[in-house]
């Protein structure tokens, strides 16, 4: 084949080009120029306030202002409420005897209640001690931070509700470890330490080495700021350093030059932190907190009184301040009625009086004589006491004792007959000695033998004239 056929062959089955339409450049240029009009728009100057923000803002943060208001509005967070409460808790992590964390439910260690405030443009925080005393229902009276570990965030949100009287909206809650990788996202934090803090817990793996001065704290340790309390004040010096570093936090993360890194922000806060509120709601929260001058970022704590190991609030002071910072959100006459305090334990019985000891009842006789006694009782004789000694008690044979029978009744002695003494032979029936030992009597003094005086059985003749004429002269 020649190479002229080749050539045509190829031009045969070549494919034509299609026709150049007219007007194409002219489209993209137009939609160039509608661009460049939005961003001129965007970025336009704006109108003098009775509060202007300084510094001023620049052009590219205008434009990603008025950009994140078309895409994500605040209304997409209030719903139509001119103020939303939101609850934030940062739980601690239980472990088991090796010290592995456990996916058990654990006590909080920050409790935050956040208002936000639609038309007033204000963010107000309130720190409640984790050792506050509160009725926790269904469990009594704890501390607060333990009703995270009975039922999770639904009964810490319902323990605030009942106790304090707000209406909460939604909850966030993290971990450190979700709190040290968000911290890190946004690039650390400038804060100024105000003194060294040097403490080890290493059942709790927790390591605090701060020491005074102005620098740059990354997420571990922020986290070591935040969680110290081991001097002087104690929890409340705590809940301080939490409060004045959520502002500095605030700040930087919402600084323009972090504005186009909340949509990552909120992506990888996902991963450690657990709420109710959607992607949308949280972009949108973002949106409206950048908005909010510094200025109007209010924080306090709960007014409370010690009372040994617990804290209890302040009726009037805590009242006062929650309805300065929940406006309509809190139930003043509900907290009016609130009780602050469990009630008084009764007052205790009377206590028994102690029976008096029981008299120990006397030992049996047999236990109280003498060995003396049971040789005598068994035959032996009986020495005779010596001058001026007093007579050893005699022993009576337990057959001596022994009452005749109604067979052989005893006959008495006839008159001039002497009764012969009693036989000191021992007992045939040596049983019965072993059952009835002798018994003990007590000596008994001789007394002076006395003529005996016989009553007369009657009068003989001779005093009986006696008597009868005795009788007949007088």
């Known amino acids: 084949m020649s190479k002229r056929s080749a050539k045509a062959k190829r031009r045969r089955y070549r494919r034509a080009k299609p026709p150049r339409r007219p007007g194409r450049g002219w489209g993209i240029g137009v939609i160039l120029l509608l661009l460049g009009g939005l961003i001129l728009w965007l970025g336009r100057p704006e109108r003098p306030s009775p509060t202007p923000e300084t510094p001023p803002r620049t052009f590219v943060s205008r434009v990603a202002h008025r950009t994140a208001n078309l895409m994500v ?20 992590v239980n472990r088991d005897r090796r010290g592995r964390p456990t996916k058990d439910w654990a006590r909080t260690d920050t409790i935050l209640l956040v208002n936000v405030d639609r038309f007033a443009r204000a963010l107000r925080i309130l720190s409640i001690p984790r050792d506050t005393r509160v009725r926790i229902p269904r469990y009594g009276w704890h501390k607060i931070n333990a009703a995270h570990a009975f039922g999770g965030p639904e009964l810490l949100l319902r323990t605030i509700e009942e106790n304090f009287h707000l209406r909460l909206h939604h909850y966030v809650r993290t971990n450190f470890e979700g709190f040290i990788s968000l911290v890190d996202a946004v690039g650390g934090v400038d804060l100024y330490v105000e ?8 059942w709790g793996r927790l390591h605090v080495h701060l020491k005074e001065g102005f620098q740059h704290l990354d ?44 949509p990552a922000l909120v992506k990888k806060a996902r991963q450690y932190v657990t709420t109710d509120l959607t992607d949308l709601e949280l972009l949108a929260l973002a949106n409206f907190l950048r908005s909010v001058p510094e200025e109007n970022i209010c924080t306090e704590t709960l007014p409370v009184v010690s009372r040994g190991n617990d804290l209890q609030p302040l009726r009037r002071p805590t009242g006062e301040l929650l309805a300065a910072m929940f406006g309509n959100t809190f139930d003043p006459w509900a907290w009016q009625r609130q009780p602050l305090a ?39 004789e009986k020495v005779p006491p010596a001058e001026g000694e ?19 009744p005893p006959e008495p002695p006839e008159e001039g007959e002497e009764t012969a003494p009693p036989s000191e032979s021992p007992s045939e029936d040596a049983s019965s000695l072993e059952e009835m030992p002798p018994i ?35």
Request: overall charge negative; cysteine-free; proline content about 16%.
């Open 342 to 380: 469990p009630p008084p334990p009764p007052a205790p019985l009377p206590e028994p009086e102690e029976p008096e000891e029981p008299l120990l009842a006397e030992p049996p006789w047999w236990e109280l004589m003498p060995r003396q006694g049971i040789a005598f009782a068994q035959g032996t």
């Open 73 to 92: 509005p605040p209304r997409f967070f209030f719903h139509g409420l001119p103020q939303v409460n939101v609850l934030l808790m940062g739980v601690d």
């Open 219 to 262: 997420g571990d340790q922020a986290q070591q700021y935040v969680r110290f309390r081991k001097d002087r004040e104690g929890d409340l010096g705590r809940v301080k350093r939490q409060q004045k570093f959520l502002k500095a936090l605030l700040r930087q993360a919402l600084a323009p030059r972090n504005w186009m890194k909340l």
């Open 195 to 202: 003194k060294d803090m040097d403490y080890d817990d290493n």
């Open 390 to 408: 007093e007579a050893e008690p005699s022993v009576i044979a337990p057959e001596e004792l022994t009452e005749p029978t109604a067979s052989t």
């Open 440 to 474: 003990i009597v007590p000596p008994v003094q001789e007394v002076p033998s006395q003529p005996e005086e016989t009553e007369p059985k009657g009068l003989s003749p001779e005093s009986e004239a006696t008597s009868g004429a005795g009788a007949i002269d007088l």
